[in-house]
């Protein structure tokens, strides 16, 4: 059963020089249980996109297309069904969410709010779940009383998920939710995430510049570049065998976990990702592509199908050119050194 449906989301942002866009058309289908990893350098757009699933984005930005939570269209809700699907149907988990939490109030009541605001729990009934919910991230009980300042910054981004998860969402959306973390803090929150949403059948959306991390943690990939999807399918597969050039150089980047130098640039990808006031004209990764046909200049080719749920919005995408191995080789190139077969 498909819980989320995205078809042709696009998020711009005005601006004095006109409007920015940051998010170009983006069309994701999300199974009940599901997790989806959402790829891609800075600025490729996924906070963008993962906050127009909750409408969380500033008056600035104008959102256009289709959000289908369980058929319902997010972008057409009142604002009392708004808030009502906040927190209870879907939640997100931010970037950074630890330094969102009230430094003056304790844990436990801050983590019972959403569950009381909805009128899910009397505040009996929220207490006892909120201990609930701190064994569930590993926190002892007691920690209910403590105030963020008395825990690490691991714990309180427990403290996050456990407010994410306290009205038992359908989705939950976690934007490099351990990225302020240190590594080994990174791989148990992450393990953490993954194994209640297993465990409560919740959909997951989880974004990360790390594709490696998304692998291991998703059953899918979307891979963005400059508000687009270039790539989605099976999460190993397409770490594996990626077959837009820019995956692929995102996938054999295995950028260490935590190093903020591999947020930025992939190894072997030269260039910066591109301005989206200033878009390069064709696929907007032309300019950096080591397989870039002169067409690329002219021609964004959209998704093309590679296999059943995978596809790649690349000219030398497709079942026989995966097949055959002829990916670079098309007789277009006209025999340029540009092209070369990126493996
Ligand atoms: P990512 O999460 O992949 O790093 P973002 O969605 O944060 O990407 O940003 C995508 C693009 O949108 C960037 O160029 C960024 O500068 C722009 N952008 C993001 N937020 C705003 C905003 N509030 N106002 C104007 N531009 C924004
Ligand atoms: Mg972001």
């Not at 899910?120 to 779940?129: C, F, H, K, S, V």
């Amino acid at each position: 059963m498909t819980l989320l449906e995205l078809r042709d989301v696009a998020v711009a942002y005005r601006g004095a020089a006109g409007d920015v866009p940051a998010v170009r058309g983006v069309s994701l289908d999300l199974a009940a249980g599901e997790a989806l990893g959402l790829a891609g350098e800075s600025g490729s757009g996924k906070s963008s996109l993962a906050m127009a699933l909750l409408r969380l984005l500033p008056r600035s930005a104008r959102v256009t297309g289709e959000i289908l939570l369980d058929g319902e269209d997010v972008l057409r809700m009142s604002w009392g069904r708004l808030r009502a699907v906040r927190w209870a149907s879907a939640s997100v988990v931010f970037q950074g969410a630890q330094h969102a939490l009230n430094p003056v109030r304790r844990i436990g009541d801050q983590i019972a709010e959403p569950l009381l605001v909805h009128g899910l729990a009397t505040p009996a009934q929220a207490r006892r779940r909120t201990a609930e919910l701190l064994e569930q991230v590993g926190l002892p009980a007691w920690r209910a009383r403590s105030h963020p300042h008395e825990l690490s910054g691991g714990q309180r981004q427990r403290v996050m998920i456990a407010m994410a998860l306290a009205c038992s969402p359908k989705l939950v959306v976690a934007d490099e939710p351990t990225t302020a973390l240190d590594v080994m803090v990174q791989a148990q929150v992450l393990a953490l995430i993954r194994s209640l949403i297993a465990e409560h059948r919740i959909s997951l959306i989880m974004i990360s510049h790390d594709l490696s991390v998304l692998a291991s943690t998703c059953d899918r990939l979307a891979v963005m570049y400059a508000g687009r999807v270039v790539e989605s399918g099976p999460a190993r597969e397409v770490f594996t065998g990626a077959r837009h050039p820019y995956a692929r150089a995102l996938a054999e980047a295995f950028p260490t976990v935590g190093d903020p130098a591999s947020r930025r640039a992939p190894r072997g990808l030269g260039g910066d990702p591109p301005d989206p006031a200033r878009l390069p004209p064709g696929c907007a990764f032309h300019p950096r592509c080591p397989a870039a046909l002169p067409s690329c200049a002219e021609r964004d080719v959209g998704p093309r199908p590679v296999a059943a749920g995978w596809s790649a919005a690349c000219v030398h995408a497709g079942p026989e050119a995966a097949d055959t191995g002829e990916a670079g080789q098309a007789g277009e190139s006209g025999g340029t050194g540009a092209v070369r077969e990126n493996a």
